[in-house]
T-cell receptor, first 112, second 114 residues
Framework: QQQVKQSPQSLIVQKGGISIINCAYENTAFDYFPWYQQFPGKGPALLIAIRPDVSEKKEGRFTISFNKSAKQFSLHIMDSQPGDSATYFC???????????FGGGTRVLVKP | GAGVSQTPSNKVTEKGKYVELRCDPISGHTALYWYRQSLGQGPEFLIYFQGTGAADDSGLPNDRFFAVRPEGSVSTLKIQRTERGDSAVYLC????????????FGPGTRLLVL
């Protein structure tokens, strides 16, 4: 049972380009949606998160767009840099619960 | 310490053996989580501790898996009669509070069952 579906599985973008990763969820009880960045051999690190009372959140070059009616949210990485090359995971959580449900991940490669 | 630490970083064992994986959370964090990450997949929840007690163990795949946190800080994940399918990265995370707190992950223990 995959409660959070993530796409694409991988993407290649040129330096300075925009990386876009999409996620869709099924459980309407989810109300916290973080994105994690993971480098090889490291644990996931929180990048940015959003709650469904807003439709967009921006932190530096990273922006989350949230569509509650469609049960979808996406991560935009603006001005992508080679150092952004990593695997990105969307996740979802319920306020009354604690466990994160992760998407399958997107491997991003930024070419210089 | 500055972050969540996990030991060992790598563990190779033989099918049928018993293993213990250790997690040291960030000091002061009351909530501790274990996840399992298979190659090319997202982490999957195993168990969550609030203090010393397991508040949610719904993700443990079977009774070969067990975890403890006797003093509310360090936690140990124990796997009995290991199987090749147990091979994965076992991640530990901690958060300052149980609900709504950011989960900070350790580097993981890479378990390989031969």
């Amino acid at each position: 049972q995959q409660q959070v579906k993530q796409s694409p599985q991988s993407l290649i973008v040129q330096k300075g380009g925009i990386s876009i990763i999409n996620c869709a969820y099924e459980n309407t009880a989810f109300d916290y949606f973080p994105w994690y960045q993971q480098f090889p051999g490291k644990g996931p690190a929180l990048l940015i998160a959003i709650r469904p009372d807003v439709s967009e959140k921006k932190e530096g070059r990273f922006t989350i767009s949230f569509n509650k009616s469609a049960k979808q949210f996406s991560l935009h990485i603006m001005d992508s840099q080679p150092g952004d090359s990593a695997t990105y995971f969307c996740a979802a959580n319920k306020a009354a619960g604690n466990k994160l449900t992760f998407g399958g991940g997107t491997r991003v490669l930024v070419k210089p | 310490g500055a972050g969540v630490s996990q030991t060992p970083s790598n563990k190779v064992t033989e099918k049928g053996k018993y293993v213990e994986l250790r997690c040291d959370p960030i000091s002061g964090h009351t909530a501790l989580y274990w996840y399992r990450q298979s190659l090319g997949q997202g982490p999957e929840f195993l168990i969550y501790f609030q203090g010393t007690g397991a508040a949610d163990d719904s993700g443990l795949p079977n009774d070969r898996f067990f975890a403890v946190r006797p003093e509310g800080s360090v936690s140990t994940l124990k796997i009995q009669r290991t199987e090749r399918g147990d091979s994965a990265v076992y991640l530990c995370a901690s958060s300052l509070r149980s609900q709504g707190g950011t989960q900070y992950f350790g580097p993981g223990t890479r378990l390989l069952v031969l």
